[in-house]
């Protein structure tokens, strides 16, 4: 038996001014596709050869340029059509969040199922591992044979979500079971700060699917948050079930509207996970607390949601501390890509004048800084995305001032220990690191004597009941009383 693979990776945030293009993916092919798409063991030893199409995954960043995405889609298209009459099945690694320029629809993700599955029938299965900030609909969720979500947040467990679904398909493979996935749209539309894995409702509904597969009537089921930076018409949670056999697609039904009702049941026990205040708050918090380090998270700036990274809107907040403050700073980072240009050619000590900030809006407006260079180094990869180099950066002190920053040329997060030591510095110097996170992220949390999300504007304004939308479902919680 064989199996055709791609990954398409892309969470496209449309409150950035910029889009993303192809030179933000890492693609990668043949035995390089497969080594990163993690599927190799699973279906290795269950006798499956495995045909490499692309893998392109960009993390976040903005709205997909079309030309990128037609570039990915063929790829996959033409691949598919080469080896129709030899491949078993397809499986896809998705993110859900694409929003792609001038695409019927929108998403990049519904596209690349519809357009496969035009090619290769209504039998032939596609299995998709997808990230739980994504968004559905029943035309994209039925065109899969399986599609299920990680269910942790930060998601701890994708390589285990890929087994899953890996072992399910191999297994669908053998009996050539003609089943079809359930959906359920919900009315609700969260974000990812309000959804972490740990705390309640989720733990909950993470311990409800898990009893809810142990029914050997039920292949398979997820809940999906749904992503809320792009305005569109599917935006919100969706439920999926997905059953054993054809015999028991009636039962999916069923358990299906359970957990529907379940997961909407429990839509006033949403909240933000540990700490968190407005920015004036959340620095004094900071800034009195005894113990080290205490991080920050700069929220409507995450760039791990797609924010552009570069806000200068607690860097200004910090300064006007002025000498009261005993405590040192790291920024880890901020996105200047102009001013690290300037800094390259610099030797480490070597002082300069340079003005930081992108002046995209008043968030990001320039700060004029006289500064030494202390560290140069690179933004290293993390678990999510994989090892590897993704461009320089500078560390510099601000003089007469306890603050460094980290100066990078993307949008690249500090989410990893060992990202810091990468960059040149030593996070166990400072008192109070900012992160350009929402939600913090394991190891930090781990690390921190003291956590707080900094409830800033930006392009990841948290308030969800505040965003503008025009496209979503109504009545929708909580935007509407229902």
């Not at 398409?8 to 950035?16: D, G, K, P, T």
């Not at 599927?39 to 976040?60: H, L, Q």
């Not at 493979?173 to 740990?198: C, D, F, H």
Request: hydrophobic share 40%; aromatic share 8%; proline share 4%.
């Amino acid at each position: 038996m064989k199996v055709l693979i791609a990954q398409f990776v892309i969470e496209s945030n449309a409150n950035i001014p910029y889009k993303s293009r192809l030179e933000n993916f890492n693609l990668l092919f043949g035995e390089d596709c497969i080594r990163e798409m993690k599927c190799e063991d699973v279906f290795g030893r269950e006798g499956i050869e495995i045909i490499p199409s692309i893998y392109a995954n960009a993390a976040a960043g903005g709205v997909l340029e079309k030309d990128a995405f037609d570039f990915i889609e063929n790829r996959i298209l033409e691949d598919v059509k080469k080896h129709i009459h030899e491949i078993d099945g397809i499986y896809l690694h998705l993110h859900g969040a694409s929003e792609v320029e001038d695409l019927e629809g929108g998403s990049g993700d519904h596209h690349i199922v519809k357009e496969i599955r035009k090619f290769i029938g209504p039998y032939l299965p596609i299995a998709v591992v997808c990230d739980p900030h994504g968004n559905l609909s029943k035309e994209y969720v039925e065109s899969t044979t399986l599609i299920r979500s990680y269910r942790n947040s930060p998601h701890t467990d994708i390589k285990e979500t890929i087994t899953f679904v890996c072992e399910k398909m191999a297994a669908l493979l053998k009996t050539r079971q003609n089943i079809t996935p359930v959906y359920r749209k919900l009315p609700m539309i969260l974000g990812g700060e309000q959804s972490v894995s740990a705390d309640e409702p989720v733990k909950t509904i993470n311990q409800y699917l898990e009893e809810l597969e142990e029914d050997k009537r039920i292949l398979s089921c997820s809940w999906h948050v749904g992503y809320i930076r792009h305005d569109c018409d599917v935006a919100g949670c969706g439920i999926v079930v997905i059953p054993s056999t054809e015999t028991d697609q009636e039962y999916a039904n069923h358990i299906a509207d359970k957990l529907a009702r379940f997961v909407w049941d429990k839509r006033h026990e949403f909240h933000y996970t540990g700490l968190t205040a407005p920015p004036e708050e959340a620095m004094k918090m900071a800034v009195e607390f005894k113990g080290k380090p205490v991080f920050i998270t700069d929220s409507g700036d995450n760039v791990t949601s797609g924010a552009v990274g570069c806000n200068t809107f607690l860097l200004r907040q910090v300064l006007a501390l002025g000498n009261t403050c005993n405590k040192k700073f790291l920024f880890a980072g901020i996105n200047d890509a102009e001013a690290l240009t300037k800094l390259a050619g610099l030797e480490e000590e070597k002082k300069v004048s340079i003005s930081l900030g992108m002046n995209l809006d008043e968030l990001s407006e320039k700060v004029d800084l006289d500064v030494a260079v202390r560290a140069k180094g690179y933004m290293a990869g993390y678990s999510y995305v994989g090892e590897g180099n993704f461009g320089d950066c500078i560390t510099i002190g601000v003089k007469d001032k306890p603050i460094d920053i980290i100066v990078s040329g993307n949008n690249h997060p500090f989410v990893e220990i060992h990202q810091f030591h990468a960059a040149g510095v030593n996070y166990e110097d400072y008192d109070i690191i900012i992160v350009k996170q929402g939600y913090i992220f394991p190891e930090l949390k781990e690390e921190g004597k003291l956590t707080v999300m900094s409830l800033t504007q930006g392009a990841t304004l948290q308030d969800t009941s505040k965003l503008l939308f025009k496209r979503v479902m109504r009545p929708m919680f909580p935007i509407d009383d229902i």
